[in-house]
């Protein structure tokens, strides 16, 4: 199998106000956001454009779900479909949803801490 994990895609955290966050951060640390937060952009090893999503969540939102925590971890992988196929092997906790953009595939795992994690299989090319 190649690369499991390639890089983070996104930090996602539970905030009072959203909008009082990005707007603090962009005040104060110079974050362009935007409705979705921050998109940090950067270059792989072989020079290909990738990004980073910063973004605060609204404290109620049911996206975090099964966690219980106030954040959510999303990592870059290569091949998501066969990378969830590995981890039900393996015994990890998988949530039985592919979601499907133009800028990528989508899926849930949970870690032994009960932490939901998204595990994003990007297609980079749609943001050159």
């Not at 049911?62 to 998501?80: A, G, H, I, T, W």
């Not at 196929?85 to 899926?107: H, P, R």
Request: glycine share 8%; proline share 3%; net charge negative.
């Amino acid at each position: 199998m190649k690369k499991r994990v390639t890089g983070i895609g996104g930090l996602f955290f539970k905030t009072e106000d959203p909008k009082a966050t990005k707007d603090w951060y962009k005040n104060h640390l110079g974050f362009n956001t935007d409705d979705w937060g921050y998109t940090f952009w950067w270059k792989d090893e072989k020079g290909n454009k990738c990004s980073t999503q910063w973004s605060p969540f609204d404290k109620d939102t049911k996206y975090f779900q099964p966690s219980k925590k106030d954040f959510m971890f999303n990592y870059r992988v290569e091949n998501l479909v066969e990378l969830l196929e590995e981890l039900k092997k393996e015994g990890v906790i998988v949530i039985d949803t592919i979601e499907e953009y133009e800028y990528g595939k989508f899926g849930w795992i949970v870690d032994l801490d009960g932490n939901k994690i998204e595990l994003w299989e990007p297609k980079d090319a749609t943001f050159l």
